[in-house]
């Protein structure tokens, strides 16, 4: 593997490679360093015998996730009253092998994760009922719904229930599964 020193640049193994490469600015440097000296003519296309070299793929904001196909949709149906609101159904629509994380924050919160697992054949896409959420939940409550697959973007629907009118919804996406949404234009 090459890796860009100060001064020169040096090959090392790749097991030792993947251990000690943690920063993401130094793997950006890398991926920069060894494109660079495929381009100049540095590195033979064969290499020497016993070394790899294997670009890494970019990471930061140059490197775009792919979105979940079909993009997730949450759909909601309730009735609001005067001590919040009640859901009568439910329901995402989105890629089998994907997962629907739901949280919930405030005052008298009837669970703090539900974690939904998305079954069924592959390359499918599933509408499933989201039973855990299909109840009433009082004024103040905070309803966080992700759905994740590993990989891909996915999507971040946030419910804050209100007295007498529906929720303030929000929609944004997750990049990958780390439950941190972000605006989808940067996906």
Request: proline residues 6%.
């Amino acid at each position: 593997m090459l890796v860009a020193g100060d001064d020169a640049t040096r090959v090392m193994s790749s097991s030792r490679f993947l251990h000690s490469m943690r920063s993401r600015s130094v793997l950006v440097g890398l991926w920069a360093a060894c494109a660079l000296a495929l381009l100049v003519g540095g590195l033979s296309a064969g290499g020497a015998i016993g070394q790899d070299y294997i670009l890494p793929t970019p990471t930061g904001p140059e490197a775009r996730m792919p979105v979940l196909t079909p993009f997730p949709v949450v759909r909601i149906v309730g009735q609001a009253n005067r001590r919040g609101a009640i859901f009568s159904r439910v329901t995402a629509r989105t890629a089998v092998g994907s997962r629907i994380v739901a949280t919930c924050r405030g005052a008298r919160c009837p669970f703090a994760r539900r974690s939904k697992f998305v079954m069924g054949t592959a390359g499918t896409a599933r509408t499933v009922r989201v039973l855990s959420l299909e109840r009433s939940f009082r004024v103040g409550v905070t309803l966080r719904i992700y759905v994740v697959k590993g990989g891909f973007a996915g999507k971040y629907t946030s419910l804050v229930i209100r007295r007498n009118m529906p929720p303030r919804r929000y929609d944004r996406c997750v990049p990958g599964v780390t439950l941190k949404p972000v605006d989808c234009s940067g996906v």
